[in-house]
């Protein structure tokens, strides 16, 4: 069983590692956690995890990563009804991109909106502009979403 699927997307390794280090917050909360990318979204679905964490940089203009893709493809082209899940979203960008900033996470966000699971926290975005320490940056939001997952 688990309780958290959390699927990551990165291209140089800096959400994969955020995605860890998220894996054992949640972990050490309790959370039994299942980490999921270069799959498909039939293998997300087939976890049956209750929450789904998802945490994406962006690359090329405004792109989603390639290891994501295609659980991003399956849910724009499916519309899987998830309106039993609940779903978080940490976007990982570069506000020197700025029409295109953090837009893969912000295009995840909008795809599980659409399913009509439910957004437990608002979206979480990361500037590399601000910070390169992902998991300071991203602390007191787990948190938050270690909280609403236990109400
Ligand atoms: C080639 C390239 C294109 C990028 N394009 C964008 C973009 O369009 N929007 C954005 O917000 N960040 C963009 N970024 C910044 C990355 O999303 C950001 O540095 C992120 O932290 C990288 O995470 P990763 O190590 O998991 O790939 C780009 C970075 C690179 C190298």
Redesign the pocket.
Known sequence: MTDIAIL???????????AETSASRLEDAGFAVKLFSDCELDDVLAANAPNWLII????????I?QNIENVYTGLRDTVPNLSKTGYAVI???????RE?????GKQFDEAMYETMAKRLVNRLE???CETMD?AAASAAWIGQLVDKIKQ
């Open positions: 990551y997307g990165s291209v140089y390794g800096g959400a994969e590692e955020l994406s940089s962006t690359t090329g203009s405004g792109d990563p976007c990982m960008g570069d506000s020197s991109y295109t900033f953090c837009e893969a990361i500037d590399a992902t």
